[in-house]
T-cell receptor, first 111, second 116 residues
Framework: GQQVMQIPQYQHVQEGEDFTTYCNSS?????IQWYKQRPGGHPVFLIQ?????EVKKQKRLTFQFGEAKKNSSLHITATQTTDVGTYFC???????????FGKGTLLTVNP | GAGVSQSPRYKVAKRGQDVALRCDPI?????LFWYQQALGQGPEFLTY????????KSGLPSDRFFAERPEGSVSTLKIQRTQQEDSAVYLC??????????????FGPGTRLLVL
């Protein structure tokens, strides 16, 4: 079945440093969603990308969808302690349009 | 309601015991999803309802798992004869329309199940 791979699994940064997580699929994705899950919390929707090469920004967060629609990235500029959590991508592809979550990237920020 | 709610928030069960987990979706949301999330992993899809119809149950790991949504609102996930490997957080999510997996999903706080 379709798999969505996410790297890195963990990332520890100093407050103020940038952070990037990558999501890769072996098949073309019709769309991709990004979620954030705080420790002990539940996934919260951040954004959805649909178009090839699409770039969306939310304050310090920049989301990109690759030209081939097989990969995506989330970049955080100048991390803050409030950015701590696990970031999941969730991709849809194939004939049944079933979305699969990646395993997530756990971000920790040292103040 | 303001958001998706789930109960109980925590459940400890003895191996072999049956459990029932409840989900109250956002009022008016057509679609409802159940996920299983093991520690350090992403949510794994279990099943999907559109109103009262269970359209996809391909993610249910065994016939010990059963879900229902008889009136198209509240849903219950039942696990019979629980096993230790069932220990996980069970997340419920709802979405507004019948667009299935493509729509934005709103997650509940989850039920943390521990099977001893």
């Amino acid at each position: 079945g379709q798999q969505v791979m996410q790297i890195p699994q963990y990332q520890h940064v100093q407050e103020g440093e940038d952070f990037t997580t990558y999501c890769n699929s072996s098949t073309t994705l019709s769309n991709i969603q990004w979620y954030k899950q705080r420790p002990g919390g539940h996934p919260v929707f951040l954004i959805q990308l649909v178009k090839s090469g699409e770039v969306k920004k939310q304050k310090r967060l920049t989301f990109q969808f690759g030209e081939a629609k097989k990969n995506s990235s989330l970049h955080i500029t100048a991390t803050q302690t409030t950015d701590v959590g696990t970031y999941f991508c969730r991709g849809s592809g194939g004939s049944n349009y079933k979305l699969t979550f990646g395993k997530g990237t756990l971000l920790t920020v040292n103040p | 309601g303001a958001g998706v709610s789930q109960s109980p928030r925590y459940k400890v069960a003895k191996r072999g015991q049956d459990v029932a987990l409840r989900c109250d979706p956002i009022s008016g949301h057509v679609s409802l999803f159940w996920y299983q999330q093991a520690l350090g992993q992403g949510p794994e899809f279990l099943t999907y309802f559109q109103n009262e119809a269970q359209l996809d149950k391909s993610g249910l790991p065994s016939d010990r798992f059963f879900a229902e949504r008889p009136e198209g609102s509240v849903s219950t996930l039942k696990i019979q004869r629980t096993q230790q490997e069932d220990s996980a957080v069970y997340l419920c999510a709802s979405s507004l329309g019948g667009g299935g997996h493509q729509e934005t999903q709103y997650f509940g706080p989850g039920t943390r199940l521990l099977v001893l």
